[in-house]
């Protein structure tokens, strides 16, 4: 797969689970239904994406210590988001109403962990493992600054909840799409 088009499709696809998102939710309630599972489909395409997004930024730090360890955090996230996606859209296909939503929810997180490791705390790392990918490139001087601020600015923004996504989507597109309109690298960085 192509840098360009993992760079370019993972932040627009979280842009479109976004957008999807909020029309989903226009009648009061999330899910089941059209919206949720295409809105769903996007986000679980997009974190697919992130992995060789993060093996790009890994050599563009340098592959050193820091680079792995930052890169093994982000794509742990991605994978806790992608099994928390995974039910989702398990759930809204085998759902037949919102309320029988919430009971199967209720239900995946009620087991020892899940709740804290696949909804809570683990998709996190996805945002701070992209943050400190994008401080590393921004010190090595691969990166320029303005990126590393719209990631940063990205994850703030997705501390505010689910409501805040589509923000969170556009700010990754401005700090992920230059990679595919000037494609840097470490060589052509220090030019």
Request: net charge positive.
């Amino acid at each position: 797969m192509s840098k360009t088009i993992a760079f370019s499709a993972a932040p627009v696809l979280v842009t479109v689970y976004a957008g999807l998102r909020v029309l989903d939710g226009l009648d009061g309630e999330r899910g089941p239904g059209p919206a949720w599972t295409t809105g769903h489909l996007a986000f679980l395409a997009s974190l697919i994406l992130f992995v060789p997004v993060f093996l790009e930024l890994r050599r563009l730090a340098g592959c050193g210590l820091a680079a792995t360890a930052m890169a093994v955090v982000g794509l742990f996230g991605a994978g806790c988001s992608l099994a928390q996606i995974s039910v989702d859209l398990v759930v809204g296909a085998v759902a037949g109403d919102h309320e029988a939503m919430r009971g199967m929810f209720a239900d995946v997180q009620s087991v020892p962990g899940v709740k804290l490791v696949v909804y809570a705390m683990g998709p996190v790392l996805l945002y701070l493992g992209l943050l400190v990918m994008f401080c590393q490139l921004a010190l090595v001087r691969v990166a320029p600054v303005w990126r590393t601020v719209a990631v940063a600015l990205a994850v703030l923004v997705s501390l505010l909840g689910l409501d805040a996504l589509p923000a969170v989507g556009l700010l990754l597109c401005a700090g992920l799409m230059p990679f595919r309109r000037r494609g840097i690298s470490p060589a052509t960085a220090s030019n």
